[in-house]
């Protein structure tokens, strides 16, 4: 980037088979300070009826998304997540809940499809924490109980990092 310039802004644009509208609906509803932005519509002579929505402006805690109503042709697939990091065990499960529900699927280590098919990590902060830690056999205990779970569990990880069984479960449930 040359010198002196302003570094672009970067919009994510998701591609919807044509139910944008109920997942911007969903995902707003989900995190909080999040609102619908513009809508737009497809016009005379599209693929699709007059009127049908196009475009969704959406903006999740201030970061601003567009869901695209494109059709089936290019579905979500696991190459592309978005990482929430949580504060607490509350908010690992709070989002986990709410992004499973209704036809999402639990996959492992913290990730998981939403009903729309998105891919989605939901991190507890402690575990970049845990990751860091200057002891290497620490840290390998707490990557090897994490890849026995699906949901990320604080205190599992945290008695791996010391060595210790949780009295949690190891699937973080």
Do not use: H
Request: with cysteine.
């Amino acid at each position: 980037m040359p010198k002196g310039e302003a570094m672009p802004k970067i919009t994510p644009w998701l591609w919807f088979d044509m139910n944008a509208e109920d997942a911007v609906r969903f995902y707003t509803n989900v995190f909080p300070n999040s609102r619908i932005g513009e809508i737009t519509y497809y016009q005379a002579g599209a693929p699709v009826p007059e009127g049908t929505v196009m475009s969704v402006e959406f903006f999740l805690d201030g970061q601003v998304f567009y869901g695209l109503n494109g059709g089936p042709q290019f579905p979500f697939t696991e190459a592309v997540s978005f990482r929430i990091d949580c504060t607490s065990q509350v908010e690992v499960d709070y989002y986990w809940n709410a992004l499973t529900a209704d036809g999402g699927e639990e996959s492992q280590c913290g990730w998981l499809r939403d009903k729309y098919g998105l891919s989605w990590q939901v991190v507890p902060q402690q575990l970049d924490e845990l990751f860091a830690s200057s002891d290497p056999t620490a840290a390998q205990r707490v990557v090897d109980s994490m890849m026995t779970m699906r949901k990320l569990d604080v205190e599992t990880l945290e008695a791996a990092a010391r060595g210790v069984k949780s009295s949690t479960r190891a699937d973080g449930a």
